[in-house]
Structure formats: C-alpha cells, structure tokens
C-alpha cells in the first residue's frame, strides 16, 4: 500500500519570500502524485499533478513541483509568495493503472506573514 | 458547470442516530469518492462508486454504507454515530480511471 509522509505541519514564511513544502510518498510501483490546496472552511482544490512525462509540473498561480523518483519526494515550491498562498496543502498518492484510490497526507498549513 | 456539491453544509447530530449525507458529482464525472477529513488531518479515503457499485473501500466500519444513484449521485450513510464521527466529509468526482479529482465543500458533521 501506498502512504505519504508530509513532515512539516506548519511552515511560516515572510510575504514574497520563497517557500518549499515537503512531500515524500511511499510506493514499491509507479505513483501519480498531487497536490491540493485547501482555504479554510472550504473543499480541496487541486493545485497540480504528476502524472508521466516531465518530472517538472507547474501549477497556474506560481507553485512548481518536482517529482523525483530516486528520492520518493515531491516537493512543492513557490519562488515568491503572496498572503493569498496563506492555507493548507495537501499532499496525495495513487498508484497508477487502473482505478486505484487516492492517499492523502497530514497536510501543511503555509501561514505568509506580511 | 456546476462542479460538485454536498449537502446539508453542516449538520449536528446525536451519539447513536443515523445520517445521510449527498453529494452530486461534476457535470460529466461518473466516479464519486468520500473522504472523512477530520480536525487538523488529511482526507481519510471511506469508498468509491462508479456504475453504481462500490468500487473500492478504506479502513472504516459497515456502518459506513453508500450508494450511487443511476444519475451518477450518491449519499453516505453512517449509522449509530459515535463522537468520533465528528469530520469534514468530503465527497469527490472524477471520470472514470482518471485520479484527478474534484472536491466539493464538504458536510461539517458534529456528533454530540
């Protein structure tokens, strides 16, 4: 079975700095991986995924991630951050193939201080 | 394009009653999973349904039962409640295999 380990439960990080969040997965086959952002009392959101192809996957809004396969991580990061980037973040696994279901991470939550 | 809705948004509820929770999937999705998210953790996956089968189940108890409808809905039911049922319920959709999935804004259930 599959399972993510975000290790970091809160991360405070100054308004336009850059921030890096953790993600290791644990899989012995070949994943999909995800992240999701969460604003406070609403539903997830997906932020980006990696599903094949380049390991560098880019988000809309800024945020990039990086899938590496030798480390079992994908981190994310954002090289400037805004006080909107200000909730929690979900790290999610799959495995690939078939229908398989999705493992989420503990979650951290970025506070941007201004 | 409605993207995926739950209802009620919240609810409270007694220790031994029952509830049903909704949810209808994104305008094409035929897949619809439910989490359990609860305070300060991540989504903890309950099941999925697809062409209206349970499809795959997570670590929770029989009380926790489902049903999708021909129209690609679905509700969870959870029987004699326990405080400990007390979560954000997270109901997603997706289209077939794909994984990525959509939220929508959850049932806030409170067990009293």
């Known amino acids: 079975a599959q399972s993510v380990t975000q290790l970091d439960s809160q991360v405070p990080v100054f308004e336009e700095a850059p921030v890096e969040l953790r993600c290791n997965y644990s899989s012995s086959v070949s994943v999909y991986l995800f992240w999701y952002v969460q604003y406070p009392n609403q539903g997830l959101q997906l932020l980006l995924k990696?599903?094949?192809?380049?390991?560098l996957v880019e988000s809309i809004n800024g945020f990039e991630a990086e899938f590496n396969k030798s480390q079992t991580s994908f981190h994310l990061r954002k090289p400037s951050v805004h006080i909107s980037d200000t909730a929690e973040y979900f790290c999610a696994v799959s495995l690939s193939g078939g229908y398989q279901k999705v493992t989420f991470g503990t979650g951290t939550k970025l506070q941007v201080i201004p | 394009d409605a993207g995926v809705t739950q209802s009620p948004t919240h609810l409270i509820k007694t220790r031994g009653q029952q509830v049903t929770l909704r949810c209808s999937p994104k305008?094409?999705?035929?897949?619809v999973s439910w989490y359990q998210q609860a305070l300060g953790q991540g989504p903890q996956f309950i099941f999925q349904?697809?062409?209206?089968?349970?499809?795959q189940r997570g670590n929770f108890p029989d009380r926790f039962s489902g049903h999708q409808f021909p129209n690609y809905s679905s509700e969870l039911n959870v029987n004699a409640l326990l405080l400990g049922d007390s979560a954000l319920y997270l109901c997603a959709s997706s289209r077939g295999s794909l994984r990525e999935q959509y939220f929508g804004p959850g049932t806030r259930l409170t067990v009293t």
């Open positions: 305008s094409g999705h035929d897949t």
């Open positions: 349904y697809y062409e209206e089968e349970e499809r």
């Open positions: 990696y599903l094949s192809g380049s390991t």
